[in-house]
């Protein structure tokens, strides 16, 4: 689960995490308000949404008084952001942030992720702040410094400190720098964090450190531990057919493509993806029903890949083992009796059932297709949307 930057800077707050002074602002005059209580000039006016490269789409502004804050609020609340994470159909930006502007001497990277290889959360920094951590990646990897902790021993002096020499700060800031890496850690471990990213973190004239944005994402399975962080989301941000699957604890991602599809698993879902792609097409989408998923939720399942406009195949791909093939066939036939289906469906599954599951369909009198293995059913999917 992604927060806004704002959200991320009051969490950053409460963990005693240097940032600007701002506020969140929802309006045009509670820009300019926001702007008057900072009481200095200038300030940046930043639009709210989930996705970086902001600036690039015209979606952070410098204004030096008040009429300009009030011009940039203006420009910014309703626009439709595009920026090059968020996809040609943009983001309407519906909230900004107000910060005091900064006299900054150097930008940095930071940020900290869990490393599934190796089973250790990593830090890593840059003095290339300022830019996409993947283009510096690609481009010069030197330039990124790698700090891996072990979770069960916890970060250590030394850590902080490789990160701050190989950062080439300067001595009055290295204090408070290991300070705030220790903050940062904390705030990661404790709130099941999946990703914490301040990029840039400047170190002003006065050589103190900032944290000038903020991103953070949360551990959506550990959310149940942390009720308060859950109400932080903004459901605006994502896609209403990913939100409408939450609530039936289905594992949906909306993509381009024009093949529907339900799997259980992860991997399954992957492996059919890939081969819809080999055949020919494209998916429409990812969805994981899960091992437990009951009838209704395979019906409800079929009805949210049914809402978008761009199916006009479904590929269901179901490995009976907790779910059993009879339970799933039951919920595809209620779903497609109760949603008049008009696209075809090429149905594949095997395992727990499965003898039984086709039975309930090859009865149902609906238009189902079956197939003899997973590239059988790619193949007949994309032939038959062709």
């Known amino acids: 689960?992604?927060?806004?930057?704002?959200?991320?800077?009051?969490l950053f707050r409460r963990y005693g995490i240097p940032i600007p002074a701002g506020e969140?602002?929802?309006?045009?005059?509670?820009?300019?308000?926001?702007?008057?209580?900072?009481?200095?000039?200038?300030?940046?006016?930043k639009a709210q949404i989930h996705a970086g490269g902001r600036g690039k789409g015209g979606g952070v502004k410098l204004a030096r008084s008040a009429e300009e804050v009030r011009q940039a609020a203006a420009a910014i609340l309703g626009m439709t952001l595009v920026t090059p994470q968020t996809g040609p159909e943009g983001r309407r930006v519906g909230k900004v942030l107000v910060e005091e502007g900064l006299d900054i001497r150097k930008e940095l990277y930071l940020g900290l992720v869990p490393d599934?290889?190796?089973?250790?959360?990593?830090?890593?920094?840059?003095?290339?702040?300022?830019?996409?951590?993947?283009?510096?990646?690609?481009?010069?990897?030197?330039?990124?410094?790698?700090v891996a902790v072990n979770p069960l021993l916890g970060l250590q002096g030394h850590h902080g400190r490789r990160l701050a020499y190989g950062l080439g700060l300067p001595p009055a800031a290295v204090k408070e720098f290991l300070a705030l890496v220790q903050n940062l850690y904390r705030l990661f471990v404790e709130t099941d964090a999946a990703l914490l990213e301040i990029n840039p973190l400047v170190l002003t004239a006065g050589d103190r450190l900032l944290a000038l944005d903020a991103k953070v994402a949360f551990d959506d399975n550990a959310l149940f531990r942390h009720p308060e962080l859950a109400r932080l989301r903004d459901p605006e941000e994502e896609h209403p057919l990913e939100v409408e699957a939450s609530k039936h604890r289905l594992n949906y991602i909306a993509l381009s493509g024009n093949i529907g599809n339900m799997v259980n698993g992860a991997g399954l879902a992957m492996a059919t993806m890939d081969l819809i792609q080999q055949a020919g097409a494209r998916p429409a989408n990812f969805l994981d029903v899960g091992g437990g998923a009951s009838a209704e939720m395979v019906e409800h399942g079929f009805r949210i890949i049914l809402s978008d406009p761009s199916v006009k195949g479904i590929l269901i791909n179901i490995f009976g083992g907790i779910l059993r093939c009879d339970t799933l066939a039951r919920g595809v036939v209620e779903a497609a009796r109760k949603t008049g289906i008009q696209v075809p469906v090429v149905v594949r599954m095997e395992g727990t059932n499965v003898e039984e599951g086709r039975r309930?369909?090859?009865?149902?009198?609906?238009?189902?297709?079956?197939?003899?293995?997973?590239?059988?059913a790619a193949r007949k999917v994309a032939e038959l949307v062709r």
Do not use: C, W
Request: net charge negative; charged share 30%; glycine share 6%.
């Open 1 to 10: 689960m992604k927060i806004h930057e704002y959200q991320a800077k009051e």
């Open 24 to 45: 969140a602002a929802f309006g045009v005059e509670e820009a300019v308000q926001a702007a008057e209580r900072i009481g200095r000039f200038p300030v940046v006016v």
């Open 116 to 146: 599934r290889a190796s089973a250790q959360i990593v830090l890593m920094a840059s003095e290339a702040g300022g830019m996409e951590i993947e283009e510096v990646a690609a481009a010069d990897p030197e330039k990124i410094l790698r």
């Open 360 to 376: 309930i369909l090859a009865e149902s009198g609906l238009n189902l297709i079956t197939a003899v293995d997973l590239r059988d």
